[in-house]
């Protein structure tokens, strides 16, 4: 229950890349906020957030891709996105995307301040305190950046990770830097971004761990997809998977079965 | 130029949507601007008493530079001697032509050569007096006067500012705060200085002494009775 | 070499594959350590926070004022006999800098660091013009030993190793009878101090930049370490303050807000070593002093900023954290941004300056991630400038093809959920059956930029919405 004391009718956005790519991370969502007592509905009119738009310079068809979002998300006590980056990019970046349009501001705003990241959402609003899970394995974090800078991400995943049975949290050194996917500039500039990836398997390998968990996909697949091109012997997950004890239902991200 | 200044102020006044500020908000502003208002002083500015001496002495380490503490101006000449021997440097000062100074009782120290005025290229130890220490960072504050020439603390290679607990403040505002009742207008120069120059500008790596002086070297005359006892 | 006189910006891709090449540059730019420093400053000082938010407030106040205050401090100024010299474009500025150093037959000109003298390429202009130019800061003499351009706004030379430094000295100093090849920083700063100290001596005017202009008083304010300003301004008969508009605080206690945040958020100091209040020349009982003072306030599209989106770049105390702790500056050094400003405030700055047709690949050279903004002291939304840079690109059809090609063809589906599910469905699939072997794919059309050097994992084989409509949920 919510801090309401009702059951909460979660509308759940799976996002674009974990539709696509790793459909796992959206059913353990589905079933963490189960589990916190929510109602999750999945709106089948969803696409995407619009960031890639977005964030190319291209306002016309972000705001055409966002107000899809918002008819598709209206009338839902929370809406809850597995990702950071695409919850920071409803909550924090529709109102400004919208600021010229005083008509949608209401309805903007108004799904802005029930949008939020899944972990965060499980222990600051749901009041989560443990799942019930198990990982044997030692895991380090990388907190990605605008889950970490833009949504408050950082305690949270560290909180419910620390009550899972059988599983070691190492902390990854330099996990607030960006692991250089940045959405189109990892395309835009792979020489870079290249860089930035290199060093963050570096870091992560120091650790030690033999997996590495984070919150956003996107993220995710530049570091899994660095890890088996370099021959870093390190599995990465979303922490959703862990947390809802689904690892076990599909290989790690980039790994065959 | 008139005509650049013109352009200028009307590209902001039009960039702002506006005309020239009205006469209401000039009143408000010139009121701003001589209300001398603080903004948010941390805790660390606003120390008074003993802990400000404390604090003062303790951040002046901080900043690389060395102090000595004594408890009168009869102390200063020996403060500064020991000093010197210390760091193996000759006993001849180039000392700023500051009355305040010349209530050190320097004829105690017959061996140690003094020089008054303005400093010479050659000089290797500049002697000053703060107009006033702050205690937030150890920095001292030194302002430019017929008596007190702001090139002697950049010259020489090694520079000593004798200090008095009175002359102690918490913060910056306190400083600024004091410089006004001093004197009717800014001096032509007001220096800051926290600690001896520095350079990281190879490869990051610090060295004392880039073009100001590479030795900074605190004498605080710890007699103030309103700090309570040392 | 001036970079404003020969920008290189449209060519950043480029410069930034070979600044990644380039071992030495990589060598050098490992040293960069400012991020800790400042990390262990700002834990020193509980009220941090609150500055920031007081700065930025003060800072704000300032610009909607801009125009009284600039009036107001060259009223004080000209009461403490100093002068201004109002310019709009650097070739203005060069003049009256120049016209100053004629008055008064200089031969030779000591200058602090300063980067607006960068921008307009002051160097060779004098030098062009029988002015000797003598760089004081000791990053910035390196760098102009070697011909070479700042590669960071507070430590120019951050892209040179000491071996490199040791054999510019070498060459550069035997004019001076040096001919011994140095190994340590301490004999090369010994060295550089010794030769400059007869330049300090011998200069006809000082040049300095200007951190900040007090509309109270009427003054201006440098920040340093080596105290090489100080020397700049106080040995020459002349000293000349190039500044502009933005700098300017209203008062001494608001300038003292933001200096508390100043040499935390550069260097991680407490305070910085010399901070230095001037006001007018010398006064006439002073033993020493400029004997003339001169501000060359430099506009150079500022103010035209002012009332857009990218007025609060205007707050900008040009502290360089968002470069220390950019992880895209810190893979490839100042240089690769190709004009003046580089790392995040350079690119937010640049395209303004120097149009976006010539400098749109650096607000799109970021990954929002953030970390700039969340570490600038003045609380600049670096992020949100840069996209709105890329907003321009869009809007003047000046972003690569291929990116709006596939940008296009992205929204269209986008927009059209059924069309998008199809499309999904069948990617799904066929990615999925094709690297169903190794989790992953090593080559991917259309994506060579993602496998040039990764893997791209391969999808589970159907989409959610998939799985979700079988399960007969809603
Ligand atoms: S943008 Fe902010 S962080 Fe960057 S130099 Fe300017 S004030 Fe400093």
Known sequence: ?257 | MTEARAQILTSIRLALGRGVVDAATQQELRARLNGHRRNLVPARGQVTGRQKVEDFARMVEFSLASIARVRSVDEVPAAVTDYLKQQNLPAEIRMAPDKRLDAIPWGRTPLLKIARGMPDPKDEVGLSGAFAGIAETGTLMLVSGPDTPSTLNFLPETHVVVVRASELVGGYEDAWTKLRAAMPSMPRTVNFITGPSRSGDIEQTLQLGAHGPRRLHVVLIDDDPQAGPA | MSLALHPTSKAFKANARAALKNETLQRAMGHLGFAQKRLEAVGRLPEFEALRDQARDIKNHTLQHLDFYLEHYEEKLRQSGGEVHWCRTPEEARQAILSICRSVGARTITKGKTMVAEEIALNPFLEANGVAPVETDLGEYIIQLRDEPPSHIIAPAIHVTKEQVADTFLEKHAAYGKTKLLSEPREMLEEARGILREKFLGADVGLTGANFLIAETGSSIIVTNEGNGDLTQLLPRVHIVLATPEKMVPTLEDVSTILRLLARSATGQEFSVYTTVSTGPKRPQDIDGPEQYHVVILDNGRTAMLGTAFQDMLRCIRCSACLNHCPVYNAIGGHAYGWVYPGPMGSVLTPGLIGVDQAGALPNASTFCGKCESVCPMKIPLPGMMRHWREREYEQRLSPPAQRWGLAAWAFAAKRPRLYRLLTGLAARVLGLWGRRHGNMHNLPLAGGWTQFRDFPAPEGKTFHQLWSERGQR
């Open chain 1, 1 to 257: 229950m919510d801090n309401t004391g009702k059951r909460p009718r979660v509308g759940l956005f799976v996002t674009c890349l974990v539709d696509l790519i790793r459909p796992t991370v959206g059913f353990a969502a589905v079933k963490l906020l189960e589990d916190a007592g929510c109602i999750v509905e999945v709106p089948a009119a969803q696409v995407c957030c619009g960031q890639p738009a977005y964030n190319s310079g291209d306002r016309a068809d972000a705001r055409d891709v966002a107000r899809a979002v918002i008819e598709a998300f209206e009338g839902f006590d929370y809406v809850v996105a597995p990702s950071g980056s695409c919850a920071g990019m409803i909550r924090l970046h529709y109102p400004e995307l919208f600021a010229e349009d005083a008509a949608m501001m209401p309805r903007v705003h108004h799904l802005a301040n029930r949008t939020h990241e899944l972990v965060s959402f499980l222990v600051d609003v749901m009041g989560v305190k443990f799942v019930a899970a198990r990982y044997d394995g030692t895991i380090t974090y990388h907190d990605s950046c605008s889950g970490l800078r833009e949504m408050g991400v950082k305690a949270q995943p560290r909180a419910l990770l620390g009550t899972v049975a059988g599983l070691t949290i190492k902390e990854l050194p330099g996990a607030e830097t960006c692991c250089g996917f940045g959405g189109t500039f990892c395309v835009k500039y792979p020489e870079i971004s290249n860089r930035m990836v290199g060093d963050k398997a570096k870091d992560v390998a120091g650790t030690g761990a033999d997996t590495l968990l984070a919150g956003d996909l996107g993220c995710l697949m530049n570091m899994a997809g660095k890890f088996t091109r370099d021959g870093v012997d390190v599995k990465v997950r979303h922490v959703a998977e862990v947390l809802a004890d689904m690892a076990g239902d599909v290989p790690p991200i980039g790994r065959a079965k």
